[in-house]
């Protein structure tokens, strides 16, 4: 099984701070993907990175992938309430219809 | 645009009850279909996966199985559910054949408690 670690599990800071989280697997990826999942629905799609060293911006989200693509972060600027969720990474399987599997997620919270 | 249906969104069972969970999909064909599972928190393990109509692949033996008896329809079932079998069960789609980046799109998802 090829596991994806993410950390910290689990990041609460006030609201205006800064903050990093990690996505990390022993194995190359060929893709990766990060969701956002808020209580009681289902993960959304954030973004996906496909080539090594790719950084990719979404509004104060910056999502880079590891030259070597083994790993991966998502760095948050400025935080807000509203982005309190469960971020979970997601790598792909090259040309299976399993397509995806789970990181163990880093369960964020953001204080007004 | 395309919609994903999942029903319902709680259920309270005994231990050794049925279960059947229904999950459509609107506004696309032949989709790829799963069944994942989430334990409070935590990541999906991915249950079951369908590329098309009475094709179903297992990831994880268990007391659960699925049919997909329409091309939009997936089911999850249980002859017997297990107090283990407690969890959120999440049914997703994607698009067929765009394996490494077509993203996933999930349903709001049933949360399951066996008693």
């Known amino acids: 099984t090829q596991l994806l670690e993410q950390s910290p599990q689990f990041l609460s800071i006030q609201e205006g701070e800064n903050l990093t989280v990690y996505c990390n697997s022993s194995?190359?990826?060929?893709?990766l993907q990060w969701y956002r999942q808020e209580p009681g629905e289902g993960p959304v799609l954030l973004v996906t990175v496909v080539t090594g060293g790719e950084v990719k911006k979404l509004k104060r989200l910056t999502f880079q992938f590891g030259d070597a693509r083994k790993d991966s972060s998502l760095h948050i600027t400025a935080a807000q309430p509203g982005d309190t969720g469960l971020y979970l990474c997601a790598r792909s399987h090259s040309g299976s219809a399993r397509q995806l599997t789970f990181g163990s997620g880093t369960q964020l919270t953001v204080l007004p | 645009s395309q919609t994903i249906h999942q029903w319902p969104a709680t259920l309270v069972q005994p231990v050794g009850s049925p279960l059947s969970l229904e999950c459509t999909v609107e506004g696309t064909s032949n989709p790829n279909l799963y069944w994942y599972r989430q334990a409070a928190g935590r990541g999906l393990q991915l249950l079951f996966y369908?590329?098309?109509?009475?094709?179903i692949s297992s990831e994880v033996p268990q007391n659960l199985s699925a049919s997909r008896p329409q091309d939009r329809q997936f089911i999850l079932s249980s002859k017997k559910l297990l107090l283990s079998d407690s969890g959120f069960y999440l049914c997703?789609?994607?698009?067929?054949?765009?394996?490494?980046?077509?993203?996933?799109?999930f349903g709001n998802g049933t949360r399951l408690t066996v008693t």
């Open positions: 369908s590329v098309g109509i009475g094709q």
């Open positions: 194995s190359v990826f060929s893709s």
């Open positions: 997703a789609w994607s698009v067929a054949g765009g394996w490494n980046t077509s993203p996933l799109h």
